[in-house]
C-alpha cells in the first residue's frame, strides 16, 4: 500500500512557522523501514507514542491491578489510570523544562506494558518461577522493553525504549544526572545484566531528561492516588497514619508540591532534581506507604494464599502445554498464534522458534489481564482455587 506525503510546499510552510519541528525526525532505530521512517507530520517519538498506543498489549492495562486485586470497585484505580497519570505529570513537567513532550508521552505510555496480572504481588510470583525455571529475573521494567523491542519488534527508538527500561524507581534520587550518548550496544548490554542482576535494574539512570522526568513522575503518580485507593479498598481508615511534611498527606497536595520542586530545582538545569527537604519526605511518604499499605495484612495475604499459589499451577500447567506441543492449549490459541499474526507486519521469523517453552510461558502470563488470568485458571483447574471478590456492596 502507497503511504501518502505531505506536499514540499506545505512541509516548507509548516518548517518556517515552527523550526523546531524538525529536531525529533531522527533518531537511533533499529533497522530502517521504507514505512517506518519518521516524517515532518509523524516524528520518530509520535510514532512510537503510536505504536505503543495500537499495541495489542496497551489495551490490557484497564483491567490490570495497580495495587488491589479482587475488588468489584470501579472507583479504585486500574493500571490504566496510572499510566494516563504518568503521562499526565510528566508531559507537564516536560513541557515547562522545555523538553520534547511526544519522547516523555512515549516513555510514560509504555512503561508499564510488561507488568503481569495481580500488580507487584504477580510480578513477584513470575520472578520467582523465572529464575527457578531459566536463572533469569523477571521485572516489569524489562518485560515492557521486552514486548515493543522482541515481542512485537515495533522498531521503537532509542531513547523511548531506554526509558521504559531506566523507569523503575523503587528506590529514588535527589538528583536525576542522565547518562548519556548510550547505543543500542550499551542498551542490550543493559537489558542482558538486568536479567542476571536484578539489582542492576534500580542503578540503571535514563540517557534522556524526559526519561529522569518519567521516573520521578512514576512516584509522584502513585505515592498519593495509592493513599487515595487505600481508603476506598477500607485498607486504611484515613490519613492519620502518614505524616504531613512538605509533600502534604494525600493525593493532589503531593502531585502539585513534587511537580513544583521538581520544576523550580530543574530548570535550565542537565538533571532533574528535587531539594534535600522534599526527597527526604517522599522517602519517608513511600516508607508509610509500604507499612500501612503494601505490606498491610490484607494485601500480604492474598498475594500469599491466593495469587502465589495460581502462579505456579498455571506456570507448570502452561508449560507443560508447550513442550509437547499441545496445539488445544490456549498458550498456542490466545498467545503463540495471536503474537506470530499481529507481528507478521514488522518480523515474519516464528515467535515460538525463536523462544524457549520457559520464555514463551513468562511472555503469555505477563500479557494476561487479571479477570483473563482468573477465568483461565478456573478452565484449567476447576474446582479449585477461586478468588473471593470484594463486592461493591460489602
Same mark, same amino acid.
Given at each position: 500500500m502507497e503511504y501518502k506525503s505531505l506536499s514540499e510546499s506545505t512541509q516548507k510552510k509548516i518548517i518556517e512557522k515552527n523550526p523546531s519541528l524538525m529536531g525529533n525526525l531522527y533518531c537511533p532505530e533499529r533497522r530502517r523501514n521504507d514505512h517506518d521512517i519518521a516524517s515532518l507530520w509523524r516524528p520518530a517519538f509520535v510514532r512510537d507514542c503510536e505504536k505503543i498506543i495500537h499495541c495489542p498489549y496497551?489495551?490490557? &492495562?484497564?483491567?490490570?491491578?495497580?495495587v488491589f486485586s479482587f475488588y468489584k470497585n470501579d472507583d479504585i484505580s486500574r493500571r490504566s489510570l496510572h499510566v494516563q497519570l504518568v503521562s499526565r505529570i510528566a508531559r507537564n513537567i516536560s513541557s515547562l523544562l522545555g523538553l520534547d513532550v511526544d519522547l516523555t508521552e512515549a516513555i510514560a505510555l509504555g512503561?508499564?506494558? *510488561?507488568?503481569?496480572?495481580? *500488580?507487584?504481588? *504477580? +510480578?513477584?510470583c513470575l520472578n520467582e518461577l523465572s529464575v527457578q525455571e531459566c536463572g533469569r529475573a523477571?521485572?516489569?521494567?524489562?518485560?515492557?522493553v521486552r514486548v515493543l523491542d522482541k515481542v512485537f519488534d515495533y522498531n521503537i527508538s532509542l531513547q523511548? $525504549?531506554?526509558g521504559i527500561?531506566?523507569?523503575?524507581?523503587? $528506590?529514588?534520587?535527589?538528583? &536525576? !544526572?542522565?547518562q548519556k550518548?548510550?547505543?543500542? @550496544?550499551?542498551?542490550? @548490554? +543493559? !537489558?542482558?545484566?538486568?536479567y542476571t542482576d536484578p539489582k542492576y535494574s534500580s542503578r540503571l539512570i535514563p540517557t534522556t531528561l524526559e526519561g529522569c522526568v518519567v521516573r520521578i513522575s512514576d512516584l509522584i503518580a502513585y505515592i498519593g492516588k495509592d493513599r487515595q485507593d487505600a481508603v476506598r479498598a477500607k485498607v486504611i481508615d484515613g490519613d492519620d497514619v502518614f505524616s504531613d511534611g512538605k509533600l502534604g498527606k494525600f493525593n493532589a497536595a503531593i502531585i502539585n508540591n513534587l511537580i513544583v520542586n521538581v520544576v523550580e530545582n530543574s530548570f535550565d538545569n542537565d538533571y532533574i532534581m528535587l531539594d534535600s527537604e522534599y526527597y527526604d519526605d517522599l522517602v519517608v511518604a513511600m516508607n @508509610?506507604? &509500604?507499612t500501612n499499605i503494601y505490606l498491610s495484612d490484607s494485601v500480604k495475604s492474598v498475594q500469599q494464599d491466593i495469587i502465589r499459589p495460581m502462579y505456579s499451577k498455571l506456570f507448570k500447567r502452561l508449560l507443560d502445554d508447550v513442550k509437547t506441543g499441545n496445539k488445544s492449549s490456549y498458550v498456542f490459541r490466545h498467545h503463540i498464534n495471536y503474537i506470530n499474526k499481529a507481528r507478521a507486519y514488522y518480523n515474519s521469523e516464528d515467535y515460538a522458534q525463536q523462544n524457549t517453552p520457559a520464555q514463551i510461558v513468562i511472555d503469555y502470563i505477563a500479557s494476561m489481564t487479571d479477570d483473563y488470568f482468573s477465568d483461565l485458571y478456573e478452565y484449567l483447574f476447576p474446582g479449585d482455587i477461586k478468588p473471593e471478590y470484594k463486592s461493591y456492596f460489602a
Open positions: 496497551y489495551n490490557r &492495562y484497564s483491567d490490570k491491578t495497580q512503561h508499564d506494558l *510488561g507488568h503481569p496480572p495481580f *500488580g507487584h504481588a *504477580g +510480578e513477584s523477571f521485572m516489569h521494567n524489562l518485560q515492557s523511548t $525504549l531506554d527500561l531506566c523507569h523503575n524507581g523503587e $528506590l529514588p534520587l535527589g538528583k &536525576y !544526572v542522565p550518548d548510550k547505543t543500542f @550496544e550499551v542498551f542490550d @548490554e +543493559e !537489558v542482558e545484566k538486568c @508509610e506507604n &509500604y
